[in-house]
C-alpha cells in the first residue's frame, strides 16, 4: 500500500497550514527568484529590489510572503532589511516534494503492472 497524503505530512513536519503557504510563497516567479538568490547569501531587501521591474513595496511584500513561509529569514542591521534563505525549511519542503513524487511513481507503477497483466488475462478467459 502507498503513503497517505496525512503520512506524507508527519513525515515532512508540515502541518497543512504550512504546506499552503510553501506552495503560495513559490507560486510566483520573482517569488522564486528571491528565494534562488539568497539562497547563496544574504541580501540586503534594498538590493533585491533593484532588480525587479516593481515597486520597493512589491518587493517587500514578496519577501514577507517568503517569510511567512518559513523559506526565508529577515534581519535588520541598522537601517537595512537583510534576507536570506532558510535551507532547514526549504528541505522540508524538499522532503515534502518527494514524497509526493514517491507516492505519484507507485501509482504510476501500479498501473504499469495492472495493463502488463491485462494481456494475459484476457488470453486466459478467452481460451
Known amino acids: ?3 497517505t497524503y496525512n503520512q506524507m505530512v508527519a513525515q515532512t513536519e508540515l502541518s497543512d497550514e504550512q504546506i499552503d503557504r510553501v506552495f503560495h510563497a513559490l507560486a510566483t516567479a520573482t517569488r522564486r527568484d528571491i528565494l534562488r538568490r539568497t539562497i547563496d547569501g544574504e541580501l540586503s531587501v534594498s538590493t533585491l529590489a533593484k532588480d525587479y521591474d516593481m515597486s520597493f513595496a512589491a518587493v517587500q511584500k514578496n519577501v514577507a510572503v517568503l517569510e511567512e513561509a518559513g523559506l526565508i529569514v529577515k534581519r535588520a542591521e541598522g537601517r537595512e532589511r537583510l534576507v536570506r534563505a532558510d535551507p532547514a ?3 522540508k519542503a524538499r522532503a515534502l516534494l518527494a514524497k509526493y513524487e514517491e507516492l505519484w511513481r507507485s501509482r504510476i507503477d ?8 491485462e494481456p494475459e488475462t ?3 478467459e478467452g481460451e
Open 122 to 124: 484476457q488470453r486466459t
Open 110 to 117: 501500479r498501473l504499469d503492472a495492472l495493463l502488463a497483466e
Open 1 to 3: 500500500m502507498g503513503v
Open 89 to 91: 525549511m526549504i528541505a
